[in-house]
């Protein structure tokens, strides 16, 4: 099993390297835009799931294939902050990789109440928590959490973590259509940002498919709503075609590297690099020819012939 996945392209945080630490959809929540499907282990529960010895052979590996990496971030297919270890987790990373990248971790904010999980943050460099709602009735709609998790106690969690975390924090919503996207849910949240104080809050939409149907909202719902909070709010669904051609460059870059050191396969390339087969072959055919040939099913750099 791989407790890594990328280094993948990242709408905000550029050239990521994923960190997957719970296992499949074990999380608190279950919520109706989840990319992943429905949750299989909803829990509170914090455990162990990493064996530290394969976590850092594996680190050590990708770390010196891809040196050109702009994020290590933890988040994955669950709740990273129900992984016991998390402190060690990021105290791990900090120490194999000689502190050279910074670590993110992507929670839903539902253990940010307890101290321990709050420790186990202090080491990370950024934190992107998500708050989906601004009142309990929306949250539980939206998140559909464990019953024991209270609204308001994600709110004070949130609070704590401020005070505490010298880091970055930057608060994600994810608005869903119909659903917490109005205008009353956009003032309620001003007032909780202004208690909050995150560097950035950042406007997400669901576009990946979900188990539950859902609907986005409309672009002039999200503009109203970002003009409503009041505040500095950056939307960052809509790719800017500039960081995506520096993205789309980054791998690029990458891809002819490898090749340098070694021909490859397509079947390589995809296990390396994380990428999809489609837009694998959508890179290769842009260097094809000028930089690297293909002799029978193995992908050589031009200049090692
Ligand atoms: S918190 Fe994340 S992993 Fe959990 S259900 Fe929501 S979107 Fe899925």
Not at 19 to 30: A, E, G, N, Q, R
Not at 52 to 74: C, E, M, V
Not at 112 to 122: I, N
Request: aromatic share 10%; net charge positive.
């Amino acid at each position: 099993m791989s407790y890594f996945y990328g280094p993948v392209p990242s709408r905000r945080l550029g050239l990521s390297l994923g960190v997957d630490i719970v296992k499949k959809k074990t999380c608190s929540f279950d919520c109706i835009y989840c990319q992943l499907g429905r949750t299989t282990n909803k829990t509170i529960e914090r455990q162990s799931f990493i064996d530290f010895k394969k976590f850092r052979l594996q680190l050590k590996k990708i770390i010196k294939k891809n040196p050109s990496i702009d994020y290590i971030t933890i988040s994955g297919s669950g709740e990273p902050t129900l992984n016991k270890d998390l402190g060690k987790i990021i105290k791990a990373i900090k120490r194999i990789t000689k502190n050279k990248y910074p670590v993110c971790v992507i929670t839903n904010s539902s253990l940010l109440h307890l101290k321990e999980v709050r420790d186990d943050l202090q080491l990370s460099d950024l934190i992107i928590p998500s708050l989906d709602a601004a009142d309990a009735k929306t949250f539980y709609k939206i998140d559909r959490p464990l019953a024991c998790v209270k609204f308001k106690k994600i709110t004070e969690g949130l609070i704590s973590l401020r005070k505490e975390f010298k880091g970055k924090i930057w608060l994600e919503i994810v608005l869903v259509g119909g659903i917490n996207d109005t205008i009353e849910q956009a003032r309620k949240f001003k007032k909780l940002i202004e208690i909050i104080k995150p560097d950035k809050v950042q406007l997400n939409i669901p576009i990946r498919p979900s188990a539950t149907k859902i609907k986005l909202p409309p672009k002039e719902k999200i503009y109203q709503f970002k003009k409503n909070i009041g505040q500095d709010v950056e939307i960052i669904f809509n790719y800017k075609g500039k960081k995506q051609k520096k993205l789309e460059k980054a791998i690029e870059f990458q891809i002819l590297n490898y090749l340098k050191r070694r021909p490859a396969t397509l079947k390589d390339l995809k296990v390396c690099f994380n990428l999809g087969l489609t837009t694998l072959k959508k890179y290769l055919k842009k260097i094809l020819n000028k930089k690297i040939y293909k002799k029978n099913q193995y992908f050589i750099f031009k200049g090692n012939r």
